[in-house]
């Protein structure tokens, strides 16, 4: 394996479902870390636009818009870089539908919770599995060209996914936690 990383074979509830539609696409990034040296992360840029009346601080979060990219008007909370993985694993739901991959990062052992979202609707009437408990967690929207390129070159895929900062977007931060907890605060601040 590349880059002293383990990929544990635990994968949470349950086993991964190899009929599931988004299991060849977690098992593709998962296989691609083996060999990566890191993962591309996205950056995180928020605008807090209360409203017009008094909110509470924990309300912070419904008057936020966030962007992984830079915006005007957005303040940066976290750059773009990268997240060195010391080890990963694949989270499922006790059906075997694949919920997230969990990256822990080398050095702090902060987990990062990645979750793959299709390029269209899968025909599924199960629901979306809860975010695994992480400190981070973010999005990869996979291309229309995913599922063809995983046919043709899935080496090629994965370490598009991989290295490619593009179709992330952060969902959970700690910095943004405390950003937003300071918004809300301030926010509170000027209507007393």
């Known amino acids: 394996m590349g880059g002293g990383k383990v990929t544990r074979p635990d994968f ?9 539609p988004m299991t060849e696409f977690y098992t593709l990034v998962l296989e691609g870390l083996e060999q990566a040296e890191s993962f591309a992360l996205p950056g995180l840029y928020a605008r807090f636009d209360p409203p017009a009346w008094p909110i509470e601080a924990h309300e912070a979060r419904d008057w936020c818009s966030l962007s992984p ?29 694949p ?20 390029p269209f609707l899968w025909p599924s009437e199960e629901e979306t599995p809860a975010w695994p408990d992480c400190a981070m967690a973010l999005t990869l ?10 046919d043709a070159n899935p080496a090629a895929l994965a370490r598009q996914l991989i290295e490619n900062p593009e179709g992330k977007a952060w969902v959970q931060h700690p910095k943004l936690d405390r950003w937003l907890e300071a918004q809300g605060a301030r926010w509170q601040k000027l209507w007393r």
């Open 12 to 20: 949470g509830l349950g086993q991964p479902d190899p009929g599931h």
């Open 69 to 97: 990219v830079p915006r005007e008007g957005f303040t940066q909370i976290v750059p773009p870089g990268r997240l060195r993985v010391l080890y990963s694993e694949l989270r499922c739901t006790a059906a075997g539908a």
């Open 141 to 150: 929207t996979l291309g229309p060209r995913a599922v063809d390129l995983a």
């Open 99 to 118: 919920s997230a991959l969990v990256l822990t990062q080398e050095g702090t052992r902060t987990s990062c919770a990645l979750r793959l979202l299709p």
